[in-house]
């Protein structure tokens, strides 16, 4: 099995994502899992960025992935990531991130999802992204994780290209063993936090910082549940005094 997750800038606005899209795709996600998908989620939302995240048979990646965007475009406020979509390498513009990893067999589809929101592009992001992704590399009760963030036009199954100009990534881990989540995630968080101007938010929560800056959120994809994992985590480092 595996895990998609696809981000995508489609708010009016550059700050933050209104409600009213938040609950048009949440009221749309049965389409994939009408597709086949055994999970889906709204996981992420990220400034004015959100993720889609689903879990399904590897033979399904194709569909899966083209609904996911089907369901963005649908409810976009503004097409924005979207229109950086191309069906060959050399039309690739500005787009969608994209994520997947795999699921070990025979264990409960857990995933942790890192989504990230620049205001102004900031380039350094992509240092971030793979900051958390090394941190988590090699950790027991790791199965797999996302590739790294390049400098080059990636391509997404059943969707098309885009350019490596996509300044919004998100990344996936996926977790065989219940009780390495927390390890796993907080390693990837505090990696994270330990770049310049990087701030972990509260999903939903608008990218209030100053330009030049990182937000992103963390969430658990456990079995299908999200869980924001900005509030054990903000519970976990609090100084007892």
Avoid at 37 to 55: C, E, F, K, R
Avoid at 145 to 169: A, M, N, Q, R
Wanted: aromatic share 6%; glycine share 8%.
């Amino acid at each position: 099995m595996k895990v998609s997750v696809i981000g995508a800038d489609i708010s009016k606005n550059d700050v933050s994502c209104s409600q009213s899209l938040v609950d048009n795709i949440e009221n749309d996600l049965y389409r994939i899992t009408d597709l086949g998908a055994s999970h889906v989620g709204l996981t992420n939302v990220t400034g004015d960025d959100v993720a889609i995240s689903a879990v399904y048979e590897d033979d399904l990646i194709e569909k899966i992935n083209l609904e996911i965007v089907n369901i963005l475009r649908d409810n976009a406020e503004d097409l924005g990531d979207l229109n950086g979509i191309s069906d060959t390498k050399e039309g690739a513009g500005e787009g969608i991130s994209y994520a997947e990893a795999n699921f070990r067999d025979e264990y409960y589809p857990d995933a942790i999802i890192l989504a990230f929101d620049t205001y102004g592009g900031e380039p350094f992001v992509k240092d971030v992204a793979n900051s958390s992704l090394k941190a988590a590399s090699g950790m027991e009760g790791l199965t797999d994780f996302s590739t790294p963030l390049k400098d080059s036009t990636k391509h997404i199954p059943g969707v098309g290209y885009v350019s490596s100009e996509t300044d919004d990534p998100v990344i996936v881990t996926t977790v065989e063993d219940l009780n390495s989540v927390g390890v796993i995630a907080s390693a990837m968080i505090g990696a994270a936090l330990g770049n310049k101007n990087t701030y972990l938010v509260k999903r939903h929560t608008a990218c209030n910082v100053l330009p030049g800056s990182v937000i992103f959120s963390a969430t658990a994809f456990m079995n299908g549940n999200i869980m924001d994992l900005s509030i054990p985590f903000e519970n976990k480092t609090r100084i007892l005094k």
